[in-house]
């Protein structure tokens, strides 16, 4: 198994806890008034670790929120469907992130965020923390949290403690338009990337974590400096897992009517690192990742599609897959 098993302790993810408001309208950007939808519990490490609770894996998460609604209806929905909140700071002076969100024509989205200057990068290595860090038996990361100092700080002190307990790393790459990653950011990249027993990239985020182009040399690369496992993400296109000693295993799309994007990749991530630390081979967590982040965008809110078991097993029996 390239992680490490559920039964060691929970997925732990770290960073950013937000809301997320959305446009009804597609169009460019926000300079005008125009109809909002939410709030919705948003933060892509908070949907990966709802998704990774829901479908039965032992997961907590640490961030912080603020002392609002907002903040209430995220450890709400985190509690409720499973999750540890125990690490998740509330934070007295300060709002709740926010993101808002307007999709464009061609798919793509305009963000307008409010992490920096909210309780969303207010937290820090606690008691809280320390406690569910040395009980942590996987660690996950997303590359937008590299960009806050407080996430940084938490993640470089825990790694080495649940890989010191035979833990295992997960790295989504999670690169975004929005955020600036400076020099310092690079390395950390870096050195994530070198310690990470998965990587589950998108699109060109293979080739920036492998240092390389083209898709087998990046593969290829990855392998050599001991990733373990590699779930490329495809959209429409399906998924792909790689490993060093057997045969790529290909899992085609869900057919689905896309409602909202956001927080598929999330969904498809906290699937398949949770059906992978229960004891499932790469097909069926792959089938599992799949279904979690077409099922997903079924639903307006980034989380909303987030499934159970069993709505994933009933999912997968009455949906359609791309030939």
């Known amino acids: 198994m390239a992680l490490a098993p559920d039964q060691l302790g929970p997925t732990v993810a770290v960073g950013e806890i937000l809301v997320e408001i959305m446009a009804t309208s597609v169009g460019d950007g926000f300079c005008e008034p125009i109809a909002l939808v939410g709030p919705y519990p948003s933060g892509a490490p908070a949907i990966f670790i709802d998704q990774c609770a829901r479908i039965g894996g032992a997961a907590a998460m640490i961030g912080a929120v603020g002392s609002d609604d907002f903040g209430r209806l995220n450890v709400g929905r985190l509690a409720a469907d499973g999750a540890d909140v125990s690490a998740i ?16 024509a061609g798919g793509s989205r305009d963000f307008v965020y409010n992490i920096a200057t909210s309780a969303a990068a207010r937290f820090g290595w606690s008691a809280e923390v320390e406690a569910l860090v040395g009980r942590a038996g996987h660690l996950h990361v997303m ?19 649940v890989k010191a307990r035979g833990g295992t790393l997960s790295l989504d790459p999670n690169l975004r338009k929005e955020i600036v990653y400076d020099a310092a950011t690079e390395r950390r990249f870096r050195d994530l990337v070198a310690a990470a027993d998965l990587i589950l990239p998108s699109g060109d985020e293979l080739a920036r974590a492998a240092g390389v182009d083209g898709e087998a040399a990046a593969v290829a690369r990855l392998l050599e400096t001991g990733v373990k496992e590699i779930a490329l993400k495809r959209g429409a296109a399906g998924a792909t897992v790689f490993t060093r ?11 689905v009517e896309e409602v909202d994007p956001t927080g598929a990749g999330d969904c498809f991530g906290g699937a398949y690192v ?4 229960l004891g499932m081979g790469i097909e069926a967590a792959l089938t599992y990742a799949s279904a979690a982040g077409a099922r997903n965008v079924t639903r307006r809110g980034p989380m909303e599609g987030a499934g159970s078991r069993a709505e994933l097993d009933a999912f997968i029996a009455e949906t359609a897959r791309h030939a």
């Not at 590359?143 to 700080?153: F, I, R, Y």
């Not at 949770?274 to 630390?277: F, G, P, S």
């Open 89 to 104: 700071r509330v934070d007295p002076d300060y709002p709740t992130g926010s993101a808002f969100v307007r999709y464009r």
């Open 143 to 161: 590359g937008s949290a590299l960009s806050m100092k407080s996430a940084v700080e938490v993640i470089e002190r825990a790694l080495p403690i």
């Open 245 to 255: 000693h057997t045969p790529p295993v290909f899992a085609p799309a869900f057919q």
């Open 274 to 277: 949770a059906c992978r630390r």
